[in-house]
């Protein structure tokens, strides 16, 4: 096994009313700022996947050579700057208190508390992802 194949990303399983109410959030939140975004853009959008994206790169390449950067953030989500994505979701304050404590919630392994200062656990908080961008 490879190193890294051994490195994992915490799993963050939030209770089924952090759940429900993330949802709620979504359908909030998710009109908005799918107006704001690129057409080109496919990740975490409603109807779109990543062979949606193959094939405008595909449709892209066909015609003319073009360069294709692949790239992949190591460790993006374990590094999300909390304020800066607050910020940046700019949203009244109830719903700001509301995901800051979504964010903090911290992680459970066995009986022990890990806090969370930056970054979001795999799967802790789905109602954000499209709105990292």
Not at 95 to 101: G, P, T, W, Y
Not at 115 to 124: A, D, I, L, R
């Amino acid at each position: 096994m490879s190193a890294l194949s051994e490195e994992r990303r915490p799993l963050g399983i939030p209770t089924m009313k952090d759940r429900a109410l993330q949802a709620l959030v979504k359908l909030v939140l998710e009109p908005e700022w799918e107006a704001r975004f690129e057409p080109n853009s496919y990740g975490f959008r409603p109807g779109r996947s990543c062979h949606d994206a193959i094939e405008q790169i595909f449709r892209a390449i066909c015609q003319k050579a073009k360069y294709v950067l692949d790239a992949d953030i190591a460790k993006c989500f374990d590094r999300i700057n909390h304020e800066a994505l607050l910020n940046k979701l700019n949203t009244f304050p109830t719903l700001r208190r509301q995901v800051r404590a979504w964010l903090k919630a911290g992680m459970m392994d066995g009986k022990q508390l890990f806090p969370t200062s930056e970054g979001t656990p795999q799967g802790g908080i789905s109602a954000l992802r499209s709105v990292q961008r």
